[in-house]
C-alpha cells in the first residue's frame, strides 16, 4: 500500500469503533507540538517500515497529542514523546515500539498474533495498564525524619551521577526543590549550597538560552532538545526565586528575570495567559542574538493548558512576595483572571485546556495547581475570595479524584473519558505526591482536617513502596516536608515595605522554614505600629510569636 493511503486517525472513539469493528489492533504515535519535528521523522519511519512489511491494513493507525492526553504517557509510554506503541480495541497494551525498524514491527505483529491467539507474550509487552497506586500499607508517617534522609540520599545520589545531565528535566528540577527545603528545614548551610551549585551549572549550560532566557526541556548526549515548555520554566522560576534570598546565589535573581523576560516576550498570549511551548529548532537556537533578530523565532503553541498555567502564577506570586516586584504580581492576577474566566466551568469542573473555547476535562494536575495558585494569591493578596477557589479545587482534588480502588488518587475522573474509549485508571505516584501536599497545605490554610487525613494516607502509601522514579521520590519527600512541618501557617505582620517584607522572609531563612504558606498582612489598627515586623506561627490552636 502507498504511504498516501495511510490515514492517521486521532486519538478518540472513532479510532476504537474501527478496531472493533474490523478486528485490527491500533497503532498509536504519540506526538507532541514541542517535538513536531521528530514526531513527522517517527511517522514517516513507521510508516516506512509497514509499507516494507505489506503490514499497514493489520493496524487502525493513531495519532494522539501527548499534551492533551497525558493519561496517555503515564498509561502506555512512560517519559517518552514522540513514541509509538500498539494496544488492542479494548485499551490492553501489546507493545511498545522502542526501536522503529522492521525487526521490531515483526515483534510487534508477534505479539498482536499470541494476543488474538488468547496467549500472552512477554515479549511484546501484553499485559493489563490498569494501574491502582499501591494497596494501602501498614506504615504510617511516624518515621517520617527517616524516611526523609533516605529520601534525600536516594535524590543526592541520582543527581551525582555521571548520567545526571541526561536525567529528564522534570526529575531534576524537582529533585533541587525537594534537597532545597530539606536543607533549609534543617539549617544544612552546605546543602543548600550544594543547590545553589547545582543551579548555577544549570544556569551556565547548554540547557539555559542566555540570549532570550528560558531553559530548554531536555539535554542529550549530543546537545540540548531546544523546545521550550511553559510548566518547565515556570518550576525553574520557582527555584531560582526560592534561592534569591540567598547570600550565596547572587546570580538567582537575573536567572529569575531571565526566564520571567522569556515568558512574557515569547510565551505570554492576548488575555494574559501563557501558550504552551515554543517548537524545537536547533538551528535558530545556534544563531546570535543579532542574527536571530533577522530570522523569524520557532513556532508557539498558543493553547492555554490549565496546569501550566497555574503553575506560572504560583511563580509569580513567588516572584512577588520574594523580590517584591509588583509586575510579578500584576502578571499573576492576570493570568489567573483568563483562568477562572475561560477554564473553570459551571459548577467547578476544570477544562484541560482552552483555545478559542475550553476542552477536555480536568485531570488531577489541572485542579491541583488551580488550588495552589489559589493559595498562592492569597498569601500574596490576602484577598479572601481566593481561599473559595482553594476550598472549591481542594473538596474536588479530595472527593471526585479519590482512588476508590486503595490509597491516593486517580489522574483522570472516572467516567471523564468520551464514551467508546476504554476507561483503565491510572494513579501517577509523582501527581499523587502532588495531591498530598497540596491538601496538607489547603488543610492547614483552612482548618478541614479530613483533606490532611487523605493526604495523610496517601503519603503513608507512597511511603511503604517509594519505587525508583526520581521525580516521583522528590516529590514524595517534599510533600513529607509538608506534613512534618512544626508549624503549618505563617503570618508575617509588616508595614507593607519591601525593607520589612525582606526582613521577615530573612528570617525565615535563618530559622530554616519554607515560605511555602507565609500569609503577609499589615497591621490591624489595634495592632499599632509597634514591634515591627513579626513573624507568628500557628500550630492546631497554638500561636507562637516568632522574633525577627
Known amino acids: 500500500m502507498p504511504k498516501a493511503d495511510m490515514r492517521w486517525m486521532p486519538w478518540g472513539p ?35 517500515g ?20 497525558p493519561d496517555l504517557r503515564l498509561r502506555y509510554s512512560p517519559g517518552q514523546v514522540p513514541s509509538a506503541f500498539a494496544i488492542s480495541a479494548d485499551g490492553t497494551l501489546l507493545a511498545r515500539l522502542t526501536a522503529l525498524d522492521p525487526s521490531c514491527l515483526r515483534t510487534v505483529l508477534a505479539g498482536v498474533a499470541a494476543a488474538s491467539a488468547g496467549l500472552t507474550s512477554e ?15 501498614e506504615g504510617n508517617l511516624e518515621r517520617g525524619i527517616e524516611t526523609l534522609e533516605v529520601l534525600r540520599e536516594a535524590v543526592q545520589a541520582a543527581l551525582g551521577r555521571s548520567t545526571a545531565p541526561y536525567l529528564p528535566v522534570q526529575a531534576r528540577s524537582s529533585a533541587l526543590h525537594f534537597l532545597l527545603g530539606r536543607a533549609a528545614q534543617t539549617g544544612d548551610e552546605e546543602g543548600v549550597a550544594w543547590v545553589v551549585d547545582r543551579l548555577h551549572e544549570l ?46 546565589a547572587a546570580f538567582a535573581p537575573s536567572l529569575a528575570r531571565g526566564i520571567l523576560h522569556y515568558l512574557q516576550n515569547r510565551l505570554l498570549m492576548p488575555g494574559g495567559a501563557f501558550g504552551h511551548a515554543q517548537q524545537d529548532d536547533p538551528g535558530y537556537y545556534r544563531l546570535t542574538g543579532e542574527e536571530r533578530r533577522r530570522v523569524p523565532s520557532p513556532e508557539v503553541d498558543p493553547t492555554v493548558y490549565t496546569a501550566p498555567n497555574a503553575l506560572a502564577v504560583r511563580a509569580l506570586c513567588k516572584g512577588w512576595r520574594l523580590l517584591g516586584e509588583p509586575a510579578y504580581l500584576d502578571q499573576a492576577l492576570r493570568t489567573y483572571a483568563f483562568l477562572t474566566s475561560f477554564v473553570i466551568l459551571p459548577g467547578g469542573d476544570v477544562a484541560h485546556a482552552f483555545s478559542g473555547a475550553p476542552s477536555g476535562i480536568g485531570y488531577l494536575g489541572d485542579a491541583l495547581e488551580m488550588g495552589r495558585a489559589g493559595l498562592a494569591l492569597y498569601h500574596s493578596t490576602l484577598d479572601a475570595r481566593y481561599l ?51 491538601l496538607l497545605l489547603a488543610s492547614a ?27 516521583a521520590l522528590s516529590l514524595a519527600g517534599s510533600a513529607l516536608l509538608v506534613a512534618l512541618s512544626p508549624m503549618a501557617v505563617f503570618e508575617a505582620i ?18 530554616g522554614v519554607s515560605d511555602a504558606v507565609v500569609t503577609h498582612r499589615c497591621p490591624a489598627p489595634r495592632e499599632g505600629m509597634q514591634r515591627l515586623p513579626r513573624l507568628v506561627g500557628t500550630c492546631g490552636n497554638q500561636r507562637h510569636e516568632i522574633l525577627v
Open 388 to 438: 473559595d477557589d482553594v476550598r472549591l479545587m481542594a473538596a474536588k482534588v479530595a472527593k471526585d479524584f479519590k482512588n476508590p480502588a486503595g490509597e491516593g488518587f486517580l489522574d483522570l475522573l472516572p467516567g471523564a473519558q468520551p464514551e467508546g474509549v476504554p476507561k483503565r485508571p491510572v494513579s501517577d505516584r509523582a501527581l499523587n505526591a502532588q495531591a498530598a501536599a497540596f
Open 123 to 137: 515479549r511484546a509487552g501484553l499485559g493489563t495498564c490498569a494501574v491502582p497506586l499501591v494497596s494501602p500499607g
Open 203 to 248: 544556569a551556565h549550560s547548554p540547557l539555559y538560552d542566555a540570549v532570550e532566557g528560558g531553559f530548554f526541556g531536555k539535554m542529550e548526549p549530543s546537545g540540548p532538545r531546544t523546545f521550550k515548555l511553559l510548566g518547565q520554566n515556570a518550576e525553574w522560576l520557582i527555584l531560582a526565586l526560592r534561592l534569591s534570598r540567598n547570600p550565596g
Open 445 to 471: 490554610q483552612l482548618e478541614e482536617e479530613s483533606w490532611a487525613a487523605g493526604a495523610r494516607g496517601a503519603l503513608g502509601a507512597l511511603v511503604d513502596d517509594p519505587g525508583d522514579d526520581l521525580e
Open 14 to 48: 472513532d479510532a476504537f469503533e474501527a478496531a472493533r469493528a474490523s478486528g485490527r489492533p491500533l497503532l498509536v504515535l504519540l506526538s507532541a507540538f514541542w517535538a513536531a519535528g521528530e514526531s513527522a521523522s517517527l511517522r514517516a519511519r513507521l510508516e516506512n
Open 494 to 511: 509588616t508595614d507593607g515595605s519591601r525593607e520589612q517584607r525582606f526582613q521577615i522572609l530573612e528570617r525565615l531563612r535563618q530559622i
Open 50 to 69: 509497514l509499507a516494507g512489511l505489506l503490514a499497514p491494513d493489520r493496524f487502525v493507525l493513531v495519532e494522539a497529542d501527548a499534551d492533551r492526553a
